[in-house]
């Protein structure tokens, strides 16, 4: 079929609403059975040129939760997935469903402490790697330290295409994983062994799906609980967003980690939901990324402000060919109005941003899609459909402040989480007067707009992740040598935010960038290492004695506007 054969038709809401127009809730696997059974030949997952049908997919998926339901993996019981983008991230995210269990969501690129923490504070019964030594050694390392008692070795080799898998064998054996004495393992291969019979564990909508780790200002990450209405809520309100759907399949490039909420919503599981073919890359590397494209063009794209910036920063001959595209969102951190610019002057193809947060499964608003107007330049779009946004005053949490005046932005919907895992501490401070509390000044426009100005919380926004400045200061201080230690964000054309790491060292001790640089490399995973040092004798404090990072952020924000002033 044609682009130009190509129809649009108006969104037949009644999957996704009930009788008074509330989004109805769903379990995640409704959408799932629902795009096997409609269309069991279509492709579901490209992976490196390898192809999984849905109904391949749905098979696979009932073997695996009937595997998993074997080895004892039981309602509500808790289950890693430490892996990059693959075939086995989606089979093992709905096959954990499937069998009545929650996803705990683990970053690979996490450092060791940080996985054994995740995987202890969850209770994880199992964790799925790739056997990739790098990947697998983080999990190994946490054996005996939490509830785990299965590690789900999960081959990369079979499920690349023949060449690749038998280069894969024959070149890449000192990678493998090394089995530890004493671990036990599990291979993937026994768990899709199994027939497709898995029990049906009576689950609702409103049990938890997934625990997705988040953090606040001390840097301790906290599992937001988000349920299966909460995720298949967000999904659905992107189909709302959208409004049509076409007679033709969509493809979604997915290159955004999927244990990222961001891509776990709009990659997975509104794909999923739309029936769409899943283009999953392991990394973000551009010359694959550019193969990809040209391969297999993508009709949806979901990115953080990095790729779009990447992207728009080809030379000429580079740029890809992106007119297939017709949803293009920007979230995970703000998007710079010139990086916007640059990627649609560039590739002709539109980019609407967006804004959440993981308690939010994420999306709570964004500027329209398909080339509607307006998209307003650095705002982050109206509420999402079902959605409410509430500027409160952030000193009293009184509502609702006027157009135009700043506060803090709050929001109520069905996508919001059901709370922190055990913190209920957290959880009743993250919540005022029923609304969630997003830790970010903003305010909204007379047409309902909203543009954030500031964030209340001590994040550092890198390429979409958030990175915790108190994490970075804590492992600086493991050093003898430094006496005070303070992380701050600093400007950073491509990630958006980079860590810049100020430090004073004790009276008469001497230390370099590069010894402080490689004392960081073991504490720190790549994403937290400082891109920039500044050694000092003393840093800035306020009257108490505290130390004071406003005024690092005063200093750095004046030499920025400094040399933005210099360069026009």
Same mark, same amino acid.
């Given at each position: 079929?044609?682009?130009?054969?190509?129809?649009?038709?108006?969104?037949?809401?009644?999957?996704?609403?009930?009788?008074?127009?509330?989004?109805?809730? &769903?379990?995640?696997?409704? /959408?799932?059975? &629902?795009?096997?059974?409609?269309?069991?030949?279509?492709?579901?997952?490209?992976?490196?040129?390898?192809?999984?049908?849905?109904?391949?997919?749905?098979?696979?998926?009932?073997?695996?939760?009937?595997?998993?339901?074997?080895?004892?993996?039981?309602?509500?019981?808790?289950?890693?997935?430490?892996?990059?983008?693959?075939?086995?991230?989606?089979?093992?995210?709905?096959?954990?469903?499937?069998?009545?269990?929650?996803?705990? =969501?683990?970053?690979?690129?996490?450092?060791?402490?940080?996985?054994?923490?995740?995987?202890?504070?969850?209770?994880?019964?199992?964790?799925?790697?790739?056997?990739?030594?790098?990947?697998?050694?983080?999990?190994?390392?946490?054996?005996?330290?939490?509830?785990?008692?299965?590690?789900?070795?999960?081959?990369?080799?079979?499920?690349?295409?023949?060449?690749?898998?038998?280069?894969?064998?024959?070149?890449?054996?000192?990678?493998?994983?090394?089995?530890?004495?004493?671990?036990?393992?599990?291979?993937?291969?026994?768990?899709?062994?199994?027939?497709?019979?898995?029990?049906?564990?009576?689950?609702?909508?409103?049990?938890?799906?997934?625990?997705?780790?988040?953090?606040?200002? @001390?840097?301790?990450?906290?599992?937001?609980?988000?349920?299966?209405?909460?995720?298949?809520?967000?999904?659905?309100?992107?189909?709302?967003?959208?409004?049509?759907?076409?007679?033709?399949?969509?493809?979604?490039?997915?290159?955004? /980690?999927?244990?990222?909420?961001?891509?776990?919503?709009?990659?997975? =599981?509104?794909?999923?939901?739309?029936?769409?073919?899943?283009?999953?890359?392991?990394?973000?590397?551009?010359?694959?990324?550019?193969?990809?494209?040209?391969?297999? /063009?993508?009709?949806?794209?979901?990115?953080?402000?990095?790729?779009?910036?990447?992207?728009?920063?080809?030379?000429?001959?580079?740029?890809?060919?992106?007119?297939?595209?017709?949803?293009?969102?920007?979230?995970?951190?703000?998007?710079?109005?010139?990086?916007?610019?640059?990627?649609?002057?560039?590739?002709?193809?539109?980019?609407?941003?967006?804004?959440?947060?993981?308690?939010?499964?994420?999306?709570? @608003?964004?500027? /329209?899609?398909?080339?509607?107007?307006?998209?307003?330049?650095?705002?982050?779009?109206?509420?999402?459909?079902?959605?409410?946004?509430?500027?409160?005053?952030?000193?009293?949490?009184?509502?609702?402040?006027?157009?135009?005046?700043? %506060?803090?932005?709050?929001?109520?919907?069905?996508?919001?989480?059901?709370?922190?895992?055990? &913190?209920?501490?957290?959880?009743?401070?993250?919540?005022?007067?029923?609304?969630?509390?997003?830790?970010?000044?903003?305010?909204?426009?007379?047409? %309902?707009?909203?543009?954030?100005?500031?964030?209340?919380?001590?994040?550092?926004?890198?390429?979409?992740? =958030?990175?915790?400045?108190?994490?970075?200061?804590?492992?600086?201080?493991?050093?003898?040598?430094?006496?005070?230690?303070?992380?701050?964000?600093?400007?950073?054309?491509?990630? %958006?935010?980079?860590?810049?790491?100020?430090?004073?060292?004790?009276?008469?001790?001497?230390?370099?960038?590069?010894?402080?640089?490689?004392?960081?490399?073991?504490?720190?995973?790549?994403?937290?290492?400082?891109?920039?040092?500044?050694?000092?004798?003393?840093?800035?404090?306020?009257?108490?004695?505290?130390?004071?990072?406003?005024?690092?952020?005063?200093?750095?924000?004046?030499?920025?506007?400094?040399?933005? &002033?210099?360069?026009?």
């Amino acid at each position: 079929m044609t682009e130009a054969a190509i129809t649009s038709h108006p969104l037949d809401p009644s999957r996704i609403l009930d009788a008074d127009g509330n989004i109805r809730p &769903r379990l995640l696997t409704e /959408p799932f059975d &629902r795009a096997v059974s409609l269309h069991p030949d279509l492709v579901a997952i490209d992976f490196m040129g390898r192809e999984w049908t849905y109904g391949e997919l749905g098979e696979l998926v009932d073997r695996v939760a009937t595997g998993l339901q074997a080895q004892g993996l039981g309602k509500d019981d808790r289950f890693g997935l430490c892996l990059p983008n693959t075939p086995y991230s989606v089979i093992l995210y709905y096959a954990v469903l499937r069998a009545g269990g929650i996803v705990v =969501n683990l970053n690979p690129l996490y450092s060791p402490s940080e996985v054994e923490f995740l995987i202890v504070d969850s209770g994880a019964k199992m964790v799925a790697v790739p056997d990739l030594e790098q990947l697998h050694a983080k999990v190994a390392a946490a054996w005996g330290k939490g509830a785990m008692e299965r590690v789900v070795l999960c081959p990369m080799a079979d499920v690349l295409p023949f060449w690749k898998s038998v280069g894969m064998r024959a070149l890449k054996r000192s990678e493998m994983a090394n089995r530890r004495p004493g671990v036990a393992y599990l291979d993937y291969g026994a768990l899709a062994a199994h027939d497709s019979s898995p029990r049906d564990m009576g689950q609702v909508p409103s049990d938890v799906a997934v625990l997705q780790y988040t953090g606040g200002t @001390t840097g301790r990450p906290k599992g937001a609980m988000l349920t299966h209405a909460n995720l298949a809520a967000n999904s659905a309100q992107m189909l709302l967003h959208i409004g049509e759907e076409r007679d033709r399949q969509e493809r979604t490039l997915g290159v955004l /980690p999927l244990f990222h909420v961001f891509a776990l919503t709009c990659v997975l =599981n509104f794909g999923i939901e739309v029936c769409a073919e899943l283009v999953l890359l392991p990394r973000f590397e551009m010359d694959e990324v550019l193969k990809t494209i040209a391969r297999k /063009p993508p009709t949806q794209m979901f990115g953080v402000p990095t790729i779009y910036n990447a992207l728009g920063s080809l030379p000429d001959d580079k740029v890809p060919d992106l007119s297939t595209v017709r949803t293009s969102i920007s979230g995970g951190a703000p998007l710079p109005l010139d990086v916007r610019r640059q990627y649609e002057t560039r590739t002709g193809s539109p980019v609407s941003e967006g804004y959440g947060l993981t308690e939010a499964s994420p999306i709570i @608003t964004s500027n /329209p899609l398909l080339g509607r107007t307006p998209v307003k330049d650095n705002s982050a779009g109206p509420a999402f459909p079902h959605t409410f946004i509430e500027i409160r005053d952030p000193e009293s949490g009184a509502c609702c402040l006027e157009p135009g005046e700043r %506060g803090e932005v709050c929001a109520r919907g069905p996508q919001v989480m059901k709370g922190y895992w055990n &913190r209920p501490d957290a959880t009743e401070k993250v919540f005022v007067d029923g609304a969630l509390r997003t830790g970010d000044i903003g305010y909204l426009d007379e047409d %309902g707009y909203l543009f954030l100005v500031d964030r209340m919380k001590d994040i550092i926004l890198c390429s979409g992740y =958030n990175v915790y400045p108190r994490m970075i200061e804590d492992a600086a201080y493991e050093n003898p040598k430094v006496k005070e230690a303070v992380a701050i964000g600093i400007p950073d054309d491509y990630r %958006g935010e980079a860590p810049k790491l100020f430090v004073a060292l004790h009276e008469g001790e001497s230390l370099t960038e590069e010894e402080l640089r490689a004392f960081l490399k073991g504490r720190l995973n790549p994403i937290e290492m400082p891109d920039a040092y500044e050694f000092r004798d003393e840093l800035p404090k306020t009257l108490v004695g505290k130390l004071e990072k406003k005024a690092l952020v005063a200093e750095e924000r004046a030499k920025a506007e400094a040399a933005g &002033r210099a360069g026009t």
